[in-house]
């Protein structure tokens, strides 16, 4: 455009009379709009420079973008909750756009009351399953004590029945003749008739009733942790003792009392293992309704307890 209008000057001029300095100033202005020209066509030609420049990277970038949509395609898998998500929304947000603002409103809030559930039943779910850890936790850990106590139970058994056992052969010779060997609630109970350890009103022990104690404490001392319960019983005839004995109480103390002197003259009973008690006639096994009967009730007991201590301190630790 100033090319053309500097040739209509230029033409216009040359069919006048133009004078030097007229000619001087449009030549200047020539000048001047030459140098515009060039300077234009230089930045004409960075653009074309840069408009290459940007194809190639536009060419680039859309090579890159068929390489990420092929990617994209190997994750749609994992993308596939989400974009179901999205498809849900979308079509809400579509839903909402052709509704006026009222609707809007009301949908914002009822979203707003959604997620408040959701985030409530997501706090719920997460105290449920810290619940469910903990006690999946508290579960194995009783798991692990059931076990060590049934271990624990098992070994005092085992101990139980091995001392029944021997305390059976050791007075194998005694069985029948006023002496019994039986086992309840996981002790070892082995009662003695009076007509083997006592004379009738009388608390020292006789000869064969000596015998059949010597060998039970032999048994007892080698097993150490066993601990040893004697109970003196009597009938519910009154006792007419002139002594110091003055009744059925003091009679089945003393009873009690010989029984364990005799057992730890054994060397291997310690006397902390051992304990007499006399249960006069309150304990009686039948009726004393008979003198049969009154024979039976008429006995010693001695209980033997295996040591306790390593379940006590299991059920301690429980606590």
């Not at 007892?220 to 110091?244: C, F, K, P, W």
């Amino acid at each position: 455009m100033k090319k053309l209008l500097l040739f209509a000057l230029l033409g216009l001029f040359s069919t006048s009379c133009i004078s030097t300095k007229v000619h001087k100033t449009l030549q200047e202005k020539y000048d001047i709009l030459a140098n515009e020209a060039d300077q234009l066509r230089q930045k004409n030609e960075v653009r074309d420079s840069e408009n290459t420049e940007l194809q190639r990277t536009l060419t680039a970038t859309r090579r890159d973008v068929l390489i990420l949509q092929e990617d994209t395609t190997s994750k749609f898998d994992e993308l596939r909750a989400l974009t179901t998500k999205y498809d849900r929304l979308s079509k809400q947000y579509d839903y909402l756009l052709d509704n006026n603002n009222t609707l809007i409103t009301a949908s914002a809030r009822e979203n707003k009351t959604l997620m408040d559930q959701l985030n409530t039943m997501q706090t719920r779910l997460q105290a449920k399953e810290d619940s469910l850890n903990t006690e999946r936790r508290l579960l194995e850990r009783g798991q692990r004590r059931v076990n060590e106590l049934e271990g624990v139970i098992n070994r005092k058994d085992s101990t139980v029945a091995y001392v029944r056992q021997k305390v059976s052969d050791a007075l194998l010779g005694f069985n029948g003749n006023g002496l019994t060997v039986n086992m309840r609630e996981g002790k070892v109970y082995v009662s003695l008739e009076n007509s083997l350890l006592f004379a009738p009103g009388s608390w020292n022990v006789a000869a064969n009733g000596q015998v059949a104690l010597e060998n039970l404490a032999k048994v007892l001392a080698e097993n150490a942790d066993i601990t040893v319960l004697v109970e003196g019983h009597t009938d519910n005839d009154a006792y007419r003792g002139q002594s110091q004995v003055k009744d059925n109480w003091d009679l089945s103390v003393l009873r009690a009392t010989n029984v364990v002197k005799i057992l730890t003259k054994n060397a291997g009973m310690n006397p902390e293992r051992i304990t007499a008690a006399g249960r006069g006639e309150f304990v009686p096994l039948v009726d004393n309704s008979s003198e049969e009967n009154k024979a039976i009730n008429r006995r010693t007991e001695i209980i033997l307890t295996p040591d306790l201590t390593e379940l006590a301190n299991l059920l301690e630790g429980d606590k």
